[in-house]
């Protein structure tokens, strides 16, 4: 018995809609991270791109547990000496709400150029509104 290998012309893509209000942020971006990289599907295979697209709305509304609002720290270098920068989530909150899923969800790809691509298909936005009505996505509970 031969083991089974996706065929990249027969892989299909669908597009899903996550609404992130009141969804704590590890297990949604867990969930996210596993459809991107096609471990929902029977076709998964480890080096190839299996997965669907993911459109999250509401991002700003994700929750964090805990005192992580004024604890959990971001780090950013800016590529010279001495400039690291560090913020803490509330702040990424009020200037950039996005950013905290996209990193949450990134930390749980591979570090790879397979992991680069998984990211591209994510699309995250505040608010309910998205430019992404075209390609039908099927909404999705967690």
Same mark, same amino acid.
């Given at each position: ?11 299909? %893509? ?23 990289? @096609? ?11 299996? @997965?669907?697209?993911?459109? /999250? /709305? &509401?991002?700003?509304?994700?929750? *964090?547990?805990?005192? +992580? ?35 949450? /969800? +990134?930390?749980?790809?591979?570090? &790879?150029? *397979?992991?680069? %691509? ?25």
């Amino acid at each position: 018995m031969a083991t089974f290998l996706a065929e990249v012309e027969k892989i299909e %893509r669908k597009w899903y809609v996550i609404d992130a209000a009141d969804q704590t942020l590890g297990r949604l971006a867990s969930r996210i991270a596993s459809i991107l990289m @096609g471990k929902t599907k029977a076709i998964y295979t480890p080096f190839l791109d299996t @997965g669907d697209f993911v459109v /999250v /709305v &509401n991002a700003e509304k994700v929750r *964090l547990t805990g005192k +992580k609002w004024d604890q959990k720290t971001y780090y950013h270098h800016t590529g010279y000496p001495g400039g690291v920068k560090k913020a803490v989530a509330k702040e990424i909150a009020e200037k950039n709400p996005e950013r905290i899923l996209e990193s949450a /969800v +990134k930390g749980m790809l591979p570090k &790879n150029k *397979l992991g680069d %691509r998984f990211l591209r298909k994510l699309k995250i936005y505040t608010g309910q509104e998205h430019p992404h009505q075209a390609q039908k996505p099927e909404p999705l509970t967690l």
